[in-house]
């Protein structure tokens, strides 16, 4: 599958089916940090992903007005 990080913008491979917390864990990223999404769809951390796929980690970011 190819997965697409942000901050800094780079795409990694990562070969066979596995749970995206596994991909997590071996890209070194915290689940907390990233919101996982396929296409249109925001994934949780048990959901199975692979083959074809290509999956997006977009930073989550908190904050706004007081």
Request: aromatic share 0%; glycine share 10%.
């Amino acid at each position: 599958m190819k997965v697409i990080l942000r901050n800094p913008r780079r795409e990694v491979e990562v070969h066979g089916n596995r749970r995206v917390k596994d991909v997590l864990r071996e890209l070194e990223v915290l689940p907390e940090t990233v919101l996982v999404i396929r296409g249109d769809t925001m994934l949780t951390a048990d959901q199975m992903v692979g083959g074809d796929d290509v999956i997006e980690l977009r930073p989550v970011m908190s904050g706004g007005s007081r």
